[in-house]
């Protein structure tokens, strides 16, 4: 089987497969995850406090990413308070 994951599921995936997990991994030919939050959680708590200020992608591309997401940890948050969220 070839398992899609979203978010969190991407982390029960990935400890089902694991040979300490539910030993399923000879079951699964493939995962495809999509936002799972192996790192990006920490990124977007840090976003949230202090903008998009001291992110690693500088010049031309720094200042459409930061105009896209809010530049500072105000406009962050308003961006981010209007996003919609959807659990399916």
Do not use: D
Not at 12 to 40: D, S
Not at 46 to 56: D, I, K, Q, Y
Not at 76 to 86: L, N, Q
Request: hydrophobic share 45%.
């Amino acid at each position: 089987m070839v398992l899609v994951t979203h978010s969190m599921g991407g982390l029960v995936a990935r400890y089902a497969c694991a040979p300490a997990g539910c030993g399923v991994a000879n079951l699964v030919k493939g995962v495809v995850h999509v936002v799972q939050p192996c790192n990006g959680a920490v990124v977007v708590y840090r976003r949230f406090v202090e903008g998009l200020a001291n992110e690693r992608a500088t010049g031309l591309e720094g200042k459409i990413f930061a105009g896209i997401l809010g530049g500072t940890w105000w406009g962050y948050t308003m961006i981010m308070s209007g996003t919609e969220g959807r659990c399916s």
